[in-house]
């Protein structure tokens, strides 16, 4: 009885989501389609939604393009890796230290971390550049790598609470057993909060992977700019009357954003279950 009830239902849910799935999932195939367009029609604007035309090359055309778009990919990877490694490393020692070692004012410091969750980043833009060129450091990726090196309030919050959760008595018996605080930390610690560090990883890749202001201040010579950076400036076009290659551009389009969806299809169980969706852009 209660299975002919939940049918309907189901299948009602079922529809409602299939719909809306095809629905957002429109944009994405009229991007697959220009991008295997031809540049007759690229040039003629005479795109439709779904592919008439199947020019794989245009895979291959954009790494051979004298913009040198291989080295934008590569420019990302760079950024990526030590963006991970970075966050990866201080916000573990940082939420280490607070959750366990004990210093008068921990609490009243971990406050103060939390409450710059609430300054927007459009506020500190200006001082973060002024700072960034008295160091010399315009027109280079350490202004998007360094600051990494230095957590953010969220990474932090989330890997002491999770910390916080496990026992105490494992680290006294690690003590007894000779280990110290950055023995425990390394050997029992990190191990446990696997998972936590791999929903941070994700969040980092994907907000990373995708930045576009962060560069556009700090990077002025195109063999320097990363992907999302590059992308601009090969749809930007030096007279009104050009018309940029839309097909390529889709192209790398999809290297841009297909790279982050596998990543966030195969981690959305960490996503979700340490709710960190977002939580990187504290830092920016």
Same mark, same amino acid.
């Given at each position: 009885?209660?299975?002919?009830?939940?049918?309907?239902?189901?299948?009602?849910?079922?529809?409602?989501?299939?719909?809306?799935?095809?629905?957002?999932?429109?944009?994405?195939?009229?991007?697959?389609?220009?991008?295997?367009?031809?540049?007759?029609?690229?040039?003629?604007?005479?795109?439709?939604?779904?592919?008439?035309?199947?020019?794989?090359?245009?895979?291959?055309?954009?790494?051979?393009?004298?913009?040198?778009?291989?080295?934008?990919?590569?420019?990302?990877?760079?950024?990526?890796?030590?963006?991970?490694?970075?966050?990866?490393?201080?916000?573990?020692?940082?939420?280490?230290?607070?959750?366990?070692?004990?210093?008068?004012?921990?609490?009243?410091?971990?406050?103060?971390?939390?409450?710059?969750?609430?300054?927007?980043?459009?506020?500190?833009?200006?001082?973060?550049?002024?700072?960034?060129?008295? *160091?010399?450091? !315009?027109?280079?990726? =350490?202004?998007? #790598?360094?600051? $990494?090196? /230095? +957590?953010?309030?969220?990474?932090? @919050?989330?890997?002491?609470?999770?910390?916080?959760?496990?026992?105490?008595?494992?680290?006294?018996?690690?003590?007894?057993?000779?280990?110290?605080?950055?023995?425990?930390?390394?050997?029992?610690? *990190?191990?446990? !909060?696997?998972?936590? =560090?791999?929903? #941070?990883?994700? $969040?980092? /890749? +994907?907000?990373?992977?995708?930045? @576009?202001?962060?560069?556009?201040?700090?990077?002025?010579?195109?063999?320097?700019?990363?992907?999302?950076?590059?992308?601009?400036?090969?749809?930007?076009?030096?007279?009104?009357?050009?018309?940029?290659?839309?097909?390529?551009?889709?192209?790398?389009?999809?290297?841009?954003?297909?790279?982050?969806?596998?990543?966030?299809?195969?981690?959305?169980?960490?996503?979700?279950?340490?709710?960190?969706?977002?939580?990187?852009?504290?830092?920016?």
């Amino acid at each position: 009885m209660n299975l002919n009830i939940r049918l309907p239902e189901k299948i009602t849910t079922y529809a409602i989501l299939t719909a809306l799935s095809a629905l957002l999932g429109t944009p994405l195939l009229y991007v697959f389609s220009i991008a295997l367009a031809s540049d007759q029609t690229t040039y003629l604007a005479k795109f439709t939604l779904l592919p008439q035309e199947f020019h794989f090359e245009n895979f291959i055309r954009i790494f051979q393009m004298d913009l040198n778009f291989a080295r934008f990919f590569l420019n990302s990877l760079t950024l990526v890796f030590f963006a991970i490694i970075g966050q990866l490393v201080s916000s573990s020692m940082v939420a280490y230290g607070f959750a366990r070692l004990r210093a008068p004012g921990k609490n009243i410091l971990f406050m103060i971390l939390l409450s710059t969750m609430m300054i927007p980043g459009e506020v500190t833009m200006i001082p973060s550049f002024m700072l960034f060129r008295y *160091l010399g450091w !315009i027109n280079t990726l =350490l202004p998007l #790598i360094v600051p $990494n090196f /230095f +957590t953010n309030a969220f990474n932090v @919050f989330l890997l002491r609470q999770f910390i916080a959760r496990i026992p105490t008595e494992l680290d006294e018996a690690a003590q007894i057993d000779g280990l110290g605080y950055f023995g425990i930390y390394y050997r029992i610690i *990190l191990p446990m !909060i696997r998972p936590a =560090l791999i929903a #941070i990883a994700i $969040n980092t /890749f +994907t907000w990373n992977w995708g930045w @576009f202001m962060g560069p556009l201040i700090y990077i002025n010579d195109f063999d320097k700019a990363p992907l999302a950076l590059g992308l601009q400036i090969l749809s930007a076009t030096s007279s009104s009357a050009q018309v940029p290659p839309w097909n390529l551009v889709m192209v790398g389009s999809l290297l841009l954003t297909l790279p982050m969806l596998v990543t966030y299809f195969f981690g959305q169980k960490y996503m979700d279950e340490f709710g960190v969706i977002g939580g990187s852009a504290a830092i920016k």
